[in-house]
Protein backbone atom coordinates (compact mmCIF):
# COMPACT_ATOMS: atom_id res chain seq x y z
CA UNK A 1 0.00 0.00 0.00
CA UNK A 2 1.44 3.29 -1.03
CA UNK A 3 0.92 6.46 1.34
CA UNK A 4 1.39 9.65 -0.10
CA UNK A 5 2.18 12.77 2.23
CA UNK A 6 1.26 16.56 0.89
CA UNK A 7 1.78 20.09 2.74
CA UNK A 8 -0.36 22.68 1.90
CA UNK A 9 -0.64 26.54 2.96
CA UNK A 10 -4.03 27.91 3.03
CA UNK A 11 -5.18 30.90 3.64
CA UNK A 12 -7.83 31.52 6.57
CA UNK A 13 -10.33 35.17 6.47
CA UNK A 14 -10.49 37.14 9.58
CA UNK A 15 -8.28 38.22 11.85
CA UNK A 16 -4.84 36.73 11.02
CA UNK A 17 -3.67 36.97 14.87
CA UNK A 18 -6.53 34.45 15.50
CA UNK A 19 -5.17 31.60 13.25
CA UNK A 20 -1.63 31.28 12.74
CA UNK A 21 1.02 31.73 15.31
CA UNK A 22 3.30 33.78 13.11
CA UNK A 23 0.41 36.32 12.50
CA UNK A 24 0.64 36.06 8.41
CA UNK A 25 -2.82 34.27 7.95
CA UNK A 26 -1.67 30.87 6.76
CA UNK A 27 -1.76 27.71 8.66
CA UNK A 28 0.00 24.85 7.52
CA UNK A 29 -2.14 21.63 6.90
CA UNK A 30 -0.02 18.19 6.32
CA UNK A 31 -2.17 15.17 5.63
CA UNK A 32 -1.29 11.74 4.41
CA UNK A 33 -3.46 9.87 2.03
CA UNK A 34 -3.16 6.31 1.80
CA UNK A 35 -4.17 4.58 -1.36
CA UNK A 36 -6.59 1.55 -0.88
CA UNK A 37 -10.28 1.12 1.69
CA UNK A 38 -7.73 1.13 4.98
CA UNK A 39 -6.28 4.13 6.55
CA UNK A 40 -3.43 2.38 8.00
CA UNK A 41 -2.20 -1.47 7.65
CA UNK A 42 -2.50 -2.86 10.92
CA UNK A 43 -6.74 -1.51 11.02
CA UNK A 44 -7.84 -3.83 8.28
CA UNK A 45 -9.68 -6.92 9.40
CA UNK A 46 -10.30 -5.45 13.18
CA UNK A 47 -14.02 -5.47 13.11
CA UNK A 48 -13.87 -8.83 11.84
CA UNK A 49 -11.61 -9.89 15.18
CA UNK A 50 -13.60 -7.15 17.52
CA UNK A 51 -17.14 -9.76 16.64
CA UNK A 52 -14.90 -12.86 17.05
CA UNK A 53 -13.93 -11.62 20.98
CA UNK A 54 -17.86 -11.01 21.21
CA UNK A 55 -19.31 -13.46 19.92
CA UNK A 56 -18.60 -16.00 23.27
CA UNK A 57 -20.05 -13.00 25.40
CA UNK A 58 -23.31 -13.18 23.02
CA UNK A 59 -23.95 -16.54 22.75
CA UNK A 60 -23.60 -16.95 26.77
CA UNK A 61 -25.89 -14.13 27.30
CA UNK A 62 -28.16 -15.61 25.06
CA UNK A 63 -28.26 -18.69 26.86
CA UNK A 64 -28.74 -16.92 29.89
CA UNK A 65 -31.89 -14.81 28.45
CA UNK A 66 -33.42 -18.50 27.39
CA UNK A 67 -32.48 -19.96 31.14
CA UNK A 68 -34.36 -17.34 32.57
CA UNK A 69 -37.18 -17.19 30.04
CA UNK A 70 -37.95 -21.06 30.14
CA UNK A 71 -37.52 -20.95 34.54
CA UNK A 72 -40.12 -18.08 34.08
CA UNK A 73 -42.40 -20.14 31.37
CA UNK A 74 -42.06 -23.06 33.80
CA UNK A 75 -43.35 -21.39 36.89
CA UNK A 76 -46.72 -20.07 35.27
CA UNK A 77 -47.52 -23.29 33.98
CA UNK A 78 -47.34 -24.93 37.17
CA UNK A 79 -49.40 -22.46 38.91
CA UNK A 80 -51.80 -22.90 36.24
CA UNK A 81 -51.89 -26.49 37.66
CA UNK A 82 -52.15 -25.68 40.94
CA UNK A 83 -55.19 -23.38 40.85
CA UNK A 84 -56.94 -25.93 38.18
CA UNK A 85 -56.66 -29.02 40.01
CA UNK A 86 -57.92 -27.23 42.96
CA UNK A 87 -60.51 -25.29 41.28
CA UNK A 88 -61.67 -28.93 40.40
CA UNK A 89 -61.35 -30.31 44.19
CA UNK A 90 -63.34 -27.01 44.84
CA UNK A 91 -66.01 -27.89 42.71
CA UNK A 92 -66.48 -31.55 44.06
CA UNK A 93 -64.42 -33.45 41.39
CA UNK A 94 -62.60 -36.67 41.87
CA UNK A 95 -58.44 -36.54 42.93
CA UNK A 96 -57.94 -37.96 39.21
CA UNK A 97 -60.18 -35.32 37.41
CA UNK A 98 -58.18 -33.15 39.26
CA UNK A 99 -54.71 -34.24 38.44
CA UNK A 100 -55.50 -34.49 34.70
CA UNK A 101 -56.40 -30.81 35.37
CA UNK A 102 -52.76 -29.83 36.86
CA UNK A 103 -50.97 -32.33 34.29
CA UNK A 104 -52.67 -30.41 31.38
CA UNK A 105 -51.51 -27.22 32.34
CA UNK A 106 -48.28 -28.43 34.33
CA UNK A 107 -46.48 -30.57 31.67
CA UNK A 108 -46.47 -34.21 31.75
CA UNK A 109 -43.11 -34.68 34.00
CA UNK A 110 -44.81 -32.43 36.81
CA UNK A 111 -44.84 -34.45 39.89
CA UNK A 112 -48.65 -33.68 41.60
CA UNK A 113 -49.53 -33.84 45.35
CA UNK A 114 -53.42 -34.00 45.82
CA UNK A 115 -55.16 -33.69 49.13
CA UNK A 116 -59.28 -32.63 49.22
CA UNK A 117 -60.37 -31.95 52.27
CA UNK A 118 -63.95 -31.13 54.43
CA UNK A 119 -63.38 -27.04 54.28
CA UNK A 120 -60.03 -27.06 51.86
CA UNK A 121 -58.46 -28.36 48.90
CA UNK A 122 -54.94 -28.15 48.40
CA UNK A 123 -53.04 -29.18 45.04
CA UNK A 124 -48.90 -28.81 45.21
CA UNK A 125 -47.08 -29.33 41.86
CA UNK A 126 -43.23 -29.24 41.49
CA UNK A 127 -41.26 -29.72 38.33
CA UNK A 128 -37.13 -29.73 37.51
CA UNK A 129 -36.29 -26.91 35.17
CA UNK A 130 -33.70 -28.25 32.11
CA UNK A 131 -31.99 -25.02 30.86
CA UNK A 132 -31.21 -24.61 27.30
CA UNK A 133 -28.06 -25.20 25.99
CA UNK A 134 -27.12 -26.53 29.07
CA UNK A 135 -29.09 -29.76 29.70
CA UNK A 136 -28.74 -29.90 33.13
CA UNK A 137 -31.62 -30.22 35.64
CA UNK A 138 -30.45 -26.84 37.63
CA UNK A 139 -34.11 -25.84 39.87
CA UNK A 140 -37.08 -26.91 40.71
CA UNK A 141 -40.07 -25.17 40.76
CA UNK A 142 -43.17 -25.43 43.35
CA UNK A 143 -46.72 -24.03 43.54
CA UNK A 144 -49.27 -24.56 45.67
CA UNK A 145 -52.60 -23.42 45.63
CA UNK A 146 -56.11 -23.91 47.79
CA UNK A 147 -59.53 -23.87 47.07
CA UNK A 148 -62.29 -23.97 49.85
CA UNK A 149 -64.91 -26.41 49.05
CA UNK A 150 -68.28 -25.96 47.87
CA UNK A 151 -69.85 -27.75 50.38
CA UNK A 152 -68.12 -25.70 52.97
CA UNK A 153 -70.30 -22.90 51.90
CA UNK A 154 -73.18 -24.39 52.53
CA UNK A 155 -72.34 -25.37 55.91
CA UNK A 156 -70.62 -22.08 57.21
Known amino acids: MKRRAWTA ?3 LGGDPARHAPGGDGTVVVRRTVSEGRAAEPGD ?9 VLLPAIAVLLVVGLGI ?3 GVGQIQIEEGARA ?19 RHAGGDARISISPGAEYSTASISRSIRIPG ?3 ELLTLEATAQARTE ?3 DAG
Open 9 to 11: RRR
Open 151 to 153: ASF
Open 44 to 52: RGSSTAEVA
Open 69 to 71: GSV
Open 134 to 136: VGA
Open 85 to 103: AARELARGESPETATAAAR
